[in-house]
């Protein structure tokens, strides 16, 4: 894709599906999530960002809770 028609779709795709990776998912481009975070962002530490939280585990696994997912995107 042209570097021009990148930047007239980007802020479309943020204000609709609320980040560009998501727009170009929906029109049909198919990628790998870690390489276009990487080329975008550089490499994600989930190593460092990501660590077990059993009392977290035990909750979500527990068949009396009700459970939300809730997502938050920083630019």
């Known amino acids: 894709m042209e570097a021009v028609k990148v930047t007239e779709l980007n802020y479309p795709f943020y204000k609709t599906y609320g980040m560009t990776m998501a727009g170009l998912r929906a029109i049909g481009y198919d990628f790998d999530y870690d390489d276009f975070n990487s080329f975008v962002h550089g490499r ?11 009392v977290l585990r ?3 696994q527990s068949p009396l809770v009700r459970k939300v997912v809730s997502l938050c995107v920083i630019f």
């Open 44 to 54: 994600l530490p989930y190593d460092v960002l990501l660590k077990p939280d059993h």
């Open 58 to 60: 035990g909750i979500l």
